[in-house]
């Protein structure tokens, strides 16, 4: 089921959401994957971008534990004692508080790289995967320590991160000054502020778009009426929706 | 209803004025008179209502959470369910802009009532 042969499922939502922001879906995935750290797992983290991606990802970590494949040989993967003196040492300095977070995070790279090496064979995750002819995910030792660890594969780290980006949800918890935002929202909109600097498509501006543009910006005036949260939400997704379909149709 | 405003105007918009040979007075009149939340949204199919979206930008910056915060959400759900009850049901934008302009007013008078209790608590303390 969780064969990493099998393509990833890209949800409309998340189709959607890269669409209305230029952004290509590689793009977007791959900046999810450059942010997730082990490190950050080991405590409560406060580093823009890195904390809601391993955030997200320990989330489904916790209530997946996948169930380890009986390999035909009987050596462990991970060489326990070395793995466990390695998150030791990153559990110690990230009480180090007497540096700052960005300089425990420079620093955690080595004890990572070392904990890398010390897996004998990964099982779970590959090196890259292939989310279609083209595209590609290149997964950091961070990612594939984290999918062995829990002995899950990156397709439903990645499905569960997609499941949570709607452009509606994100638009509405905004405008109505919502008081919580789940980290993977909180991620893509970071990720539209600028978070690692991800390159937008050059798209051809057709009728579509710019009514899109037009109308995008009427939006939160236009249902200031609507107070409750799941209704603004529905509303928005119609709308998005809609105006995803017409941009797709005028460009084929 | 007549009211006199004094206005301190930019020299960008004196001169676009100018240019385009109308006066601030008119332009503005323009404007004002457009304002109209009953209207806006008793008239969802009628674009390029700027000048109540103006307005209405401009409420979202100065919103505030207070105690008024909370009569203004009760009689926007109201107005919301006013008007999606005759839109939906009859689709008749005309009552239901009457209808919105009823609870309109029924929600001025709430405010008033809320700031003259308000005055009234501090004059006796």
């Known amino acids: 089921m969780n064969n990493s042969n099998d393509l990833l499922e890209i949800p409309l939502e998340f189709r959607i959401a890269c669409l209305l922001n230029n952004f290509n879906i590689q793009d977007v995935l791959q900046a999810y994957v450059d942010h997730v750290s082990f490190f950050c797992t080991l405590y409560n983290s406060n580093l823009p971008g890195f904390s809601e991606a391993t955030y997200i990802t320990s989330e489904y970590s916790v209530g997946n534990k996948g169930n380890r494949q009986q390999t035909d040989d009987d050596k462990p993967a991970i060489n326990r004692l070395v793995a466990v003196k390695y998150v030791r040492q990153m559990v110690a300095l990230s009480f180090k508080t007497q540096l700052t977070e960005t300089v425990r995070f420079k620093q955690s790279k080595k004890m990572v790289n070392k904990l890398f090496s010390a897996i004998a064979s990964f099982k779970y995750c590959p090196e890259k995967l292939y989310i279609d002819e083209e595209s590609m995910l290149i997964f950091t030792k961070d990612f594939r320590i984290i999918c062995e660890i829990h002995s899950i594969y990156p397709k439903p780290y990645l499905e569960h991160f997609m499941n949570k980006v709607s452009w509606a949800e994100a638009h509405a918890r905004v405008d109505l000054n919502a008081d919580t935002m789940d980290s993977g929202l909180l991620l893509f909109i970071k990720l539209t502020n600028g978070l690692g600097k991800l390159k937008r498509q050059e798209i051809e501006i057709t009728d579509a778009v710019l009514e899109y543009i037009d109308e995008a910006e009427q939006l939160r005036a236009k249902h200031y009426l609507v107070r409750n949260l799941e209704q603004r939400i529905a509303i928005y997704r119609e709308f998005f929706l809609e105006h995803y379909n017409r941009i797709i149709n005028q460009n084929t | 209803m007549e009211v006199t405003i004094k206005l301190d105007i930019a020299e960008d918009f004196n001169l676009a004025c100018k240019i385009f040979n109308i006066t601030p007075e008119t332009f503005l009149q323009t404007i004002v008179s457009k304002i ?48 999606t009850n005759i839109l939906s049901e009859h689709n008749d934008e005309e009552k239901a802009e009457s209808c919105a302009r009823k609870v309109f007013k029924e929600w001025h008078r709430a405010i008033i009532s809320k700031r003259a209790e308000y005055l009234i608590k501090k004059i006796l303390k």
Not at chain 2, 41 to 56: D, E, G, I, R
Not at chain 2, 61 to 82: P, R
């Open chain 2, 36 to 83: 109209s939340l009953p209207y806006f949204y008793s008239h969802p199919n009628t674009k390029k209502q700027w000048a109540t979206m103006l307005f209405l930008e401009y409420i979202m910056l100065i919103e505030k959470d207070d105690d008024e915060a909370n009569i203004n959400g009760m009689y926007l759900d109201k107005m919301y369910s006013v008007l």
